[in-house]
């Protein structure tokens, strides 16, 4: 369905249909899917369009590689550091991407939660002085213990 509506749009958005599904499917942990539905993409991407691509291999993996589609290489990529639970490569493709990633909607927010989720990196604390300041000056509130009333102590 995703290659449906990305055939009706722009050549140029390709990366974009497949990943929403991709990125979701990692935010829910579902690396199979993740990897079936980008499988599946893919093939259909090479089978109907006339895109340059080229077919890697190895003893582990194959992959496609589409020169023009740099996001569609980024999917692939962060599926297999998922897989292998690596942040060391994650860290380096979401470096090597990240002006394509700043382009695309939402992607950077998904890639902190997928950092998050596959790979335990908390996002950073963003500083805000105001609260900073204000948790210095005053301790913490502290919720009120709860007491039973009598109802002779009402009347």
Same mark, same amino acid.
Request: hydrophobic share 35%; with cysteine; net charge negative.
């Given at each position: +369905?995703?290659? !449906? ?18 990125? /979701? ?29 080229? !077919? ?5 993996? !194959? +992959? ?6 740099? $996001? ?25 991407? /990240? ?15 997928? *950092?998050?989720?596959?790979?335990? /990196? @908390?996002?950073? @604390? /963003?500083?805000? +002085?105001?609260?900073? $300041?204000?948790? +210095?000056? *005053? ?17």
């Amino acid at each position: +369905m995703l290659y !449906e509506w990305h055939k009706e749009d722009e050549a140029h958005t390709a990366p974009q249909y497949i990943g929403r599904a991709v990125l /979701q499917y990692l935010r829910l942990q579902n690396i199979e899917f993740a990897t079936k539905s980008l499988d599946i993409f893919v093939q259909l991407l090479k089978q109907n369009e006339s895109l340059p691509n080229q !077919e890697l291999s190895s003893s582990q993996s !194959e +992959m496609v590689v589409f020169p023009t589609f740099p $996001l569609l290489n980024f999917l692939r990529l962060l599926v297999c550091s998922a897989q292998r639970q690596s942040y060391d490569l994650y860290s380096k493709l979401k470096s090597h991407y /990240q002006t394509a990633i700043d382009e695309s909607p939402n992607w950077n927010e998904n890639m902190t939660k997928i *950092a998050e989720i596959h790979f335990g /990196q @908390r996002p950073a @604390r /963003q500083n805000n +002085m105001l609260s900073d $300041l204000l948790g +210095m000056l *005053a301790p913490p509130i502290s919720k009120p213990t709860s007491t039973s009333v009598k109802q002779d102590d009402l009347d």
